[in-house]
């Protein structure tokens, strides 16, 4: 009876402090470009698009996530329950992520030892990744919850052969694809790891092959659109910038993977050649190791290892071709990295200096992240920029807008959250209709023409290049505001900057505005 009230305390004081660094500053800064689109194209599940939609290849190029259930279904639901406020989106990850700390907790104490299962349940409650992707609306936190359940499950059904587990990993693993489509290679993992094991354990494979196939058929219209994605990021007919598919990213090489395991130890916030990047990275990766060979008997310590190289091998042989590398794709994998950490620091002969040193760095990461830092190193972050509050250049175009002027964004990653935090105020036609244009201004390099491409959707389109068109200053009087923001590199005299300094020739400047993130820009031909 002590032991178990003792438990529930130190599960107490971990689910408290992962709450507490969860909700900390979790509506600080404005929804973000991946966020909006999220909420922007939102639908219940019976406002899909038909499912014969998915063999049209011009619909799925404008519609590339179409079936990913987390924001065709659970947002909309959950928007629906809690509003749209930053805070009650972004809430739905926290509670994800507390579900993750909670099943890698039985996990562990289940497979391995309740020591170990308390130990990864901490480290993983302070992991800065893990809090990062908690306080964002996207479907990491959901994807990491549903691989916990597949492994839960799977590990299940090899060692009991309960029914519960077998409807449990169908679910599970139906949800995780359709959740996040680079889970399929988790999923391709767990399939080989149960055969082998139940193979190896003189069981019969009819039961774990008719299951894989059942999971198949669940998920063969998002193999379908999977299919369609990979052919267009392989042709590669795409604007730099303006594609959703990760062709911007660049060719994986050892230096990514060395970022990416920084990362999964300390977070994107803390620069890899600091003493405490490189320090975090090859101190996690050696408890890792030493975790899965000490306890190499323990099936669990085997699947770790299995996850730990056959997704990431698969996916950097597939990235070899053409299409980006971008380190979320592994982040479903955090939590079992974790628990192989903690079973390393378990194995040491004295507790208390690794665990002081694992904390210790896991808040340095938190330190650089609430401090919103980032390396200055892109490869280290890729896709991921600085959070930002921008929700004030959005009041000052509300506030000073006047019928006729025109809106222009240097970067289409404006666009979208000034349909959002603008379209939910009562506004005139003229002025809605300006802001639905979406219309982007690019530098056509070594000329000096503009082009514009125009976001009419409330979600974006794969555009080519024939479909930029130049941009024409209109005649008679008018103001133009230029929202001017950029996740990539916006030194003066390149990029979007080169877009401001033809406006300032041609235009005189009224105003300028200035907001961490953004800056906004008014000119106007009108004299006086």
């Not at 947002?75 to 972004?90: P, Q």
């Amino acid at each position: 009876m002590v032991k178990v009230r003792r438990g529930i305390i130190i599960l107490g004081f971990i689910f408290l402090a992962a709450l507490a660094l969860r909700l900390y500053a979790l509506d600080k800064f404005t929804l973000w470009y991946d966020e909006v689109i999220t909420v922007l194209d939102y639908r219940a599940i019976n406002q899909l698009h038909p499912l014969g939609q998915i063999f049209d290849r011009a619909f799925i190029a404008n519609h590339h996530d179409y079936l990913t259930l987390y924001s065709h279904g659970f947002v909309y639901y959950w928007a629906g329950l809690l509003g749209k406020s930053e805070f009650a989106l972004r809430l739905s990850s926290v509670i994800f992520a507390l579900f993750s700390i909670y099943i890698l907790y039985l996990i562990a104490r289940r497979f391995f030892d309740t020591r170990i299962a308390y130990l990864a349940s901490l480290f993983l409650a302070v992991s800065p990744w893990h809090v990062y992707y908690a306080q964002e609306l996207r479907p990491y936190a959901a994807a990491a919850f549903l691989t916990l359940l597949c492994v839960y499950s799977l590990l299940g059904i090899i060692r009991n052969n309960k029914k519960i587990h077998w409807l449990l990993y169908f679910a599970a693993s139906v949800l995780n694809a359709y959740c996040l489509y680079t889970n399929l290679l988790i999923l391709f993992a767990l399939f080989i790891f149960g055969v082998y094991q139940i193979k190896k354990e003189k069981k019969t494979l009819k039961g774990i092959l008719s299951l894989h196939l059942l999971i198949l058929l669940a998920i063969t219209p998002l193999l379908v659109i999977l299919y369609h994605n990979l052919t267009a990021a392989l042709q590669g007919n795409h604007i730099y910038g303006l594609s959703d598919l990760p062709i911007w990213a660049g060719v994986v090489g050892w230096k990514n993977l060395l970022f990416t395991l920084k990362n999964f130890s300390i977070g994107y916030n803390t620069d890899y050649y600091s003493f405490a990047g490189i320090l975090a990275a090859f101190a996690s990766f050696y408890f890792f190791i030493k975790g899965v060979v000490f306890w190499r008997k323990n099936l669990l310590a085997q699947l770790l290892l299995w996850l730990a190289f056959i997704p990431v091998l698969f996916l950097c042989l597939i990235l070899k071709i053409r299409i980006g590398y971008v380190d979320r794709y592994f982040f479903p994998l955090l939590p079992l990295y974790v628990l192989g950490v903690a079973a390393g620091v378990r194995s040491s002969q004295r507790l208390f200096f690794p665990l002081t040193f694992i904390l210790a760095l896991s808040f340095i990461g938190l330190h650089n992240y609430y401090a919103n830092r980032l390396p200055q190193e892109y490869n280290q972050h890729i896709g991921v920029a600085k959070r930002q509050d921008i929700r004030g250049a959005f009041g000052v175009i509300r506030d000073n807008y006047k019928e006729g002027d025109l809106i222009v964004h240097t970067c289409r990653n404006t666009v979208f959250p000034l349909k959002f935090y603008l379209g939910r105020d009562g506004l005139s036609p003229g002025f809605q209709d300006e802001i639905d244009k979406g219309k982007v201004i690019f530098s056509l390099h070594g000329t000096d023409q503009l082009l514009a491409l125009e976001h009419i959707h409330k979600y974006p389109v794969m555009f080519s290049p024939e479909k930029a068109y130049p941009f024409v200053l209109p005649e008679g009087n008018y103001r133009v505001w230029v929202f001017f923001s950029s996740f990539g590199d916006i030194r003066k005299g390149i990029g979007e900057y080169r877009v401001v300094d033809w406006f300032s020739q041609r235009l005189e400047q009224q105003a300028f505005y200035s907001f961490e993130g953004a800056n906004l820009y008014l000119f106007s031909n009108v004299k006086g």
